[in-house]
Each structure stands twice: as C-alpha cells, then as structure tokens.
C-alpha cells in the first residue's frame, strides 16, 4: 500500500495481513496517516528480495551508470519497523554489476527513449530502485536525483571530476561508451535520526562528537537535519539527522570504519540501525 502524494519516502506498507492492509489504507484515504498526500492510495503487488539502487547520469539520448548501491530502508535492525527514507547504505554490492548491466538495457534505456518519444530531452540523474526478486529484477521506482543516502556510497567512489561528468551530461555529451573510473574501495553510511523517526521525531537535542567522528580515518559526517542554535551549538533540526560514511578496502572494513565514526557521535535518543551492510543482512 503506497500513498500516490509526497510522504518523504515514508507512505508505504508492506504487510502480510489482510486486516492490518485494510486498516493502513483507512488511514491514509481518510487523511490521518498522511493528509490530503494519502488520500490516493496505489495497491502493488508485495515483492520479497534485497533491494538494490542504481543511479544513471542521462545527457538526453545516452545514460551511464554509477555504481550500485544497497540502502535499507526499514527504521529497525533486521528490516523492522515502518519503511522510512534510508537509514544507511553500502556499495559494491555483491552480484551488482550483472544487475545493473540489465536495469540499463531492460529498463533505463528503453525509459529515456520513451521520454524521447514524448518530446523529453531528460538530462540529470535517473534513479532506478529495484528489488532483486526469485523472479528476476523488478523496477520499483524511479526518481529524478540522487538518492539518499545512496550518493553518499556512491559518489566517494568516483575516481574523476564528478562535476565534469554532470555537465557533460548537461550539455548532451556523455561518453557514448564506459562511466567515470571507479575506485575499489567500498563505502557504508550509517543514517543518525532523532527519536520518534519516522512518525513524529523529537528536535533539538544538541550533537556532540562529529569533529571526533570526522577525525577518524577514513570517515566522512554528512549533515541531513542538522541547525545551530542560539548558543551556536549543533543540535538536531529533522528526522535523519547525520549520515555517517565509512570508506575501506572492502564492505566490511567500511562498515567498521563507519561504525568507529557513529560511536563518537551522540544525541538524545538517537535512532540507528547497528546491522548496515552486516552479512546477510
């Protein structure tokens, strides 16, 4: 059950139980769940797998992709709780680059030529979420930018002028073969949200530790929901709060870098997941 309005990521249910459906889709057509957002409601088909991201720069006529990222979306440690706007992500992703070889064939290219087709010169970035089905890949979203906290894993790995491939994409000029030279190293990000995320979260706790986090090897501290005071002390202004990015030699000594970040940051109350890009998760 999906609201067709702006809910920031968190207007979806994915539920196993008729009745708790029926009651999610009460909710948001009477204007309780998300207001007059939720008053159309889009029923789906419910799909099982991981979930996989690729973000595609398009000049028009071509698209060249970055590399794949996984984001977990469920607030809770072992995908529990309500879906919310990305509460971390990794990439590589194992098995990613077959994905994404046929996301673009099957589903990117065939997508910018229909825009073509109805007078769209798109250029930017196309978002494709997917889920990697028993079935197959299945496209469950497009956006127009880049994801959150996608980018965060994706964009550290790029080798060249990130901003020399966005203007060629800009003025229709992509390369008509390869993509940006990619580092081998792996990013995790783990998202920091405040208290009651994503329903009703609690603001202006102050933040402590994230010149201590930055200062950790290898560790970046992206700001979301963030503010300065009257005291001029940094607290929390929004649901996702901090993303913090962690770059290794692989996923798992990224994870632990960026977890070696998370500890020396704190807030009331703070809300994160302790399993982004564990195995198996």
Known sequence: MKT???AA???VLVAADVAVAAADVRAKLDGSAFGEAGRRVVIEE???GPELSVLALCDGRRAVALPAARDFKRVG???TGPNTGGMGAHSPVPGGDDAVAEVMERAVAPTLAA???RGVDFRGVLYAGLMLTPDGVRVLEYNVRFGDPEAEVVLPRIDDDVAAWLRAAADGALPAMGGPRLSADACVAVVMASPG???APLTGARITGVESAAAVDGVRVFHAGTAIDAEGRLVTAGGRVLAVC????????ARATAYAGVDRIGFDGAVYRRDIAAVGA
């Open 197 to 199: 995320y994503p329903t």
């Open 77 to 79: 440690d072992g995908d």
């Open 4 to 6: 067709d309005g702006l």
């Open 246 to 253: 962690g770059r290794g030699r692989d996923v798992a000594s």
């Open 115 to 117: 825009l073509r087709d």
């Open 46 to 48: 419910g799909l099982s």
């Open 9 to 11: 990521g968190k207007g």
